[in-house]
């Protein structure tokens, strides 16, 4: 019997919502190379994953592709992995979703290259304990798991290098080791060294199976050619490697009869998603601990600490958690619909496009601080809760709901033309869908410091929103706002809200911060109200002094808009003073005594408007915010904030009063 059996595996993805640029360059530099490249060594097999939004693209763009990858499942090269169709973290979503999105993949396999696939892909190896039933419900045979992830199941040393099996509610599944460090040096490292280092024997002399799924062959450089002369090296060792080393694929090594321990494994993930679930302050424990491991400092105890669960990036990014809370929210919807099963699919496969990992997490690049991701989340979600919505039944309505799972109700204003969720905390708007598009023009993202940014940031204490409320010194000016420099005033954006009165006939919400205990202009209570009509937001303010003393303050209202870019293409800035309008410059500045202000659309072909009962100053400014996209670290357009600011002067007792109107169309 061979010593050590290596499975080469393979795994390929871009996300929904990439452009078709991103798909063509990953697969030039990525895909394409690797296949071609193995085409060539038929002595090699491999254990590949492809996503259904990327096996959707290549059937469209690169048949071609797919008759390869054919003709080498059938010479039983290949062995394809089935998993969720639109690479979802498969602990976050509903159960007859995940079951739903195995299928979806399945049946695609099934058809087009006539196998059923036995193992399942689960992306970042995220790991639940429940996920054993379900998976195995769906006809998966095995799944993969990190070494560090057998480590903290208590299968130490030689036993991190073999088959485990796994249960849940009765029912088994095989869990494969993956070996995560030696996959990563595999990018850089000799391939004669690479091979000699896994040809060696189990030092009890029993079988080692060890797996591989490199995360890049693809060169810094983008030249395709120096990728494929890379994966040729690799594969070339391996053809010549000596007797010990047997390649082989799953399917190959289940069919043998061996003995398998028994292991639950914790909820978990590969250690770089769970670093990168961390905040900052958690972080730098982790290193420091991970520096004594490395050490030998700890005595093998590395096995009992973490990074961070992974489903800690919904409390790390409050983004991730809105979408996430929408998410269950639209399966919800789509649970009530009955008699119109076509509706009802039609409705799901939109859902299912919006549970992408990648619009969830960032793991030091990409992710949710893509913009476009996000966005074509939110589009499809908003497209199947239309569908959901049965035409001639439908009312307009507001209703008190624990919509982001915090234990607090918000107010969902659900209409026509718009949707306009309401959160207590801040009493601001948290999401504004315009329908027809669809569109979520708060589909924001907060600047916040990532473990690559360097020097002096600015980071946001609060998820970025709509009709967040400020009580500003009256010498603060636009530049100090726009850097959050400003000192001596009242935000009011983590203060709780209380519910005055719910109307739900006329779709009104009244909503008071009572006057707080210290600081700043600590006597002023604000009553908002918001006003729902067809495409048109309004929200009415109350100010009253409560205190003995005369309070003399700037009022202003952060309004954060998102749209697909800041290009001129994208979006045009523009505002009305007595009757005469002027084009304005996206950066930061301050128009004063307007009367309104427009934002041109141009990936919606709309205008947004934004005026007053009275002429205003408003402040501009772009939020950008730092991270990294592509390798790339550098501030990327994420939504433009509109701030009307009022001077406003109150005695004891004396009230003031203003109003704001949103408008969307054409």
């Known amino acids: 019997m061979n010593s050590t059996k290596l499975v080469i595996g393979s795994h390929n993805h871009t996300p929904f919502g990439s452009c078709d640029e991103d798909f063509e360059r990953q697969y030039r530099l990525r895909y394409k190379p690797f296949l071609a490249t193995l085409y060539r060594f038929p002595s090699v097999p491999a254990t590949i994953h492809y996503s259904g939004v990327l096996l959707s693209w290549l059937e469209q763009k690169h048949p071609e592709f797919l008759m390869i990858l054919q003709e080498m499942v059938d010479r039983k090269q290949v062995e394809l992995l089935g998993g ?7 602990p976050l979503i509903p159960l007859s979703d995940r079951i739903g999105q195995i299928e979806l993949l399945t049946t695609f396999l099934r058809k087009r290259f006539g196998k059923r696939p036995r193992g399942c892909w689960l992306p970042g190896l995220m790991w639940e304990q429940n996920l054993a039933g379900s998976l195995q419900t769906c006809g998966m ?6 070494e560090e992830q057998f480590r903290s199941a208590g299968l130490m040393g030689g036993a991190a290098e073999r088959l485990a099996l796994t249960e849940d509610q009765g029912k088994l599944i095989t869990v494969f080791p993956v070996a995560v460090r030696l996959g990563s040096s595999l990018e850089t490292a000799d391939p004669r060294e690479f091979v000699h280092s896994v040809s060696r024997g189990a030092e009890d002399g029993a079988e080692r199976i060890i797996t591989v799924f490199p995360e890049r062959f693809a060169s810094d450089s983008g030249d395709a050619q120096a990728t494929e002369a890379r994966i040729q090296a690799l594969f070339e060792a391996l053809s010549f490697a000596d007797s010990r080393l047997e390649l082989t694929t799953p399917a190959r090594i289940l069919k043998s009869p061996r003995s398998v321990r028994k292991a639950y494994f914790p909820s978990s993930a590969e250690p770089r998603v769970m670093y990168w679930a961390m905040d900052e302050e958690r972080r730098k424990g982790y290193e420091t601990l991970s520096a004594l491991e490395s050490k030998g400092a700890l005595d093998g105890a590395g096995s009992f600490f973490y990074g961070a669960f992974p489903r800690q990036f919904l409390v790390r990014y409050g983004e991730a958690n809105g979408l996430y809370s929408k998410m269950i929210f639209t399966h919800i919807l789509i649970n009530q619909l009955r008699g119109d099963k076509y509706r009802k699919r039609a409705a799901r496969e939109e859902l299912w496009k919006a549970q992408g990992c990648d619009a969830f997490w960032h793991i030091g690049d990409g992710g949710l601080h893509g913009n476009g991701l996000r966005k074509a989340a939110y589009r499809s979600l908003i497209e199947a809760e239309k569908i959901a919505r049965e035409k001639g039944v439908f009312c307009p309505s507001v209703s008190p709901v624990d919509f982001d799972l915090d234990g607090e109700r918000e107010y969902l204003f659900q209409g026509a033309e718009l949707n306009c969720y309401v959160r207590t905390e801040g009493g601001s708007v948290f999401e504004l869908d315009y329908l027809a598009k669809p569109w979520n023009y708060l589909d924001t993202f907060a600047r916040r410091r990532e473990a690559y940014a360097e020097g002096e940031i600015v980071v946001d204490a609060y998820r970025r929103s709509a009709f967040v409320d400020r009580l500003l010194a009256p010498d603060t000016g ?3 706002m726009a850097a959050l420099k400003a000192s001596g005033g009242r935000c009011c954006a983590l203060e709780r809200y209380e519910e005055l009165e719910l109307d739900r006939q006329h779709q009104q919400l009244t909503l008071r911060n009572a006057p707080v205990t210290e600081g700043p202009f600590a006597s002023i209570e604000i009553v908002k109200k918001f006003l729902l009509r067809k495409n048109t937001l309004t ?13 003399r303050f700037n009022f202003a209202t952060e309004i954060d808009l998102s749209f697909a870019g800041e290009e001129p293409a994208l979006q045009r800035l523009s505002y009305l003073r007595s009757s005469a309008e002027a084009e304005a410059p996206l950066e930061v500045s301050e128009l004063r005594g307007i009367d309104e202000v427009f934002v041109e659309d141009g990936q919606n072909g709309l205008t947004v408007a934004l005026g007053s009962s009275s002429s205003f100053d408003l402040w501009v400014i772009p939020i950008r915010v730092l991270g990294r996209i592509g390798g790339a670290v550098r501030e990327r357009y994420q939504s433009t904030c509109l701030m009307p600011v ?3 002067i109150l005695a004891s007792g004396e009230s003031w009063e203003t109003r704001y109107i949103l408008k969307f169309g054409k």
Not at 539 to 551: F, H, I, M
């Open 539 to 551: 929200v009415s303010y109350a100010l009253c002094n409560r205190g003995s003393k005369p309070e």
């Open 646 to 648: 009022r001077p406003v």
């Open 141 to 146: 045979d095995y799944i993969f798991l990190g």
């Open 478 to 480: 636009v530049s100090a």
């Open 84 to 90: 969720g169709y639109y690479e979802p973290m498969m």
